[in-house]
């Protein structure tokens, strides 16, 4: 197990206030979702991580997010059993059009480790979709993480899954539901009031079962602010379909 943590300057630009939104989620199977990763920070300098966030294995150096810490791997519960890897982070890369405001869009970050993450056989690298490739209507998708159970409420001890429906931007771009700020560079998921992600999930994949491969569709991006789970409200994810030049320039660079 490290030790210690790489404490990292930029930390705050990865956790906007509205960000972070599993509800009515359940407990996964262990190691079915093989890519998702735990970001985690000695926040009070006691020797002790906490869960910030989730992220997506990309490869075996990079990590997907839109988050940035250490990474416990092949987490699935807290109590550990042998199966965790836990890795520094060496180094941030940030898009460059991300400024801070969620609903400029942009919100995805890449994190290179230290070192690669070794095959114990609970971890896997995702696959992504295909360049510009988008959900239609009603697609289900699963979302996954650590995040609150209930608005107010605590962090699951087993990572969560739930299914969890696409809604296409022309509805999610309505007055009514996100309006200007769903950007056709988002996936919007959810709004029935019933699931939804929050806080804790910011980072994690929406996980889609596309041309014969499950394939991480989006990054939790940002959802409503008080009750997570609001009518009208998804949860909206960065499309990574809309960033693959961009994610493939800053992985196959061995000096980012």
Request: contains cysteine.
């Amino acid at each position: 197990m490290l030790q210690h943590s790489l404490f990292l300057s930029v930390m705050f630009i990865f956790v906007p206030k509205a960000s972070s939104r599993v509800i009515g989620g359940y407990d996964a199977v262990p190691n079915q979702w093989k890519w998702q990763v735990s970001l985690q920070f000695d926040s009070y300098s006691d020797g002790l991580f906490y869960h910030i966030c989730g992220g997506t294995i990309i490869d075996s150096f990079h990590i997907l997010t839109a988050a940035h810490c250490i990474l416990r791997l092949g987490f699935h519960t807290p109590l550990y059993d042998g199966s965790e890897e836990f890795l520094p982070v060496e180094r941030i890369v940030v898009h460059p059009g991300w400024n801070g405001d969620l609903a400029k869009g942009n919100d995805i970050a890449i994190l290179r480790l230290a070192s690669p993450v070794y095959d114990n056989g609970y971890v896997a690298i995702a696959n992504l979709p295909y360049p510009d490739q988008t959900l239609p209507h009603g697609f289900t998708c699963y979302i996954t993480g650590w995040g609150l159970m209930d608005f107010g409420g605590s962090i699951p001890a087993i990572l969560q899954e739930s299914p969890i429906n696409v809604v296409e931007h022309s509805v999610c771009s309505q007055p009514e539901w996100w309006g200007s700020i769903a950007l056709k560079t988002m996936v919007c998921a959810g709004g029935d009031g019933i699931i939804s992600g929050c806080q804790g999930d910011s980072g994690g994949p929406l996980n889609c079962f596309t041309d014969g491969a499950w394939r991480v569709h989006g990054v939790v991006s940002y959802g409503p602010s008080g009750r997570c789970n609001q009518v009208k409200k998804p949860t909206v994810f960065t499309r990574v379909s809309s960033f693959q030049d961009w994610m493939y320039s800053v992985s196959y660079r061995r000096t980012i």
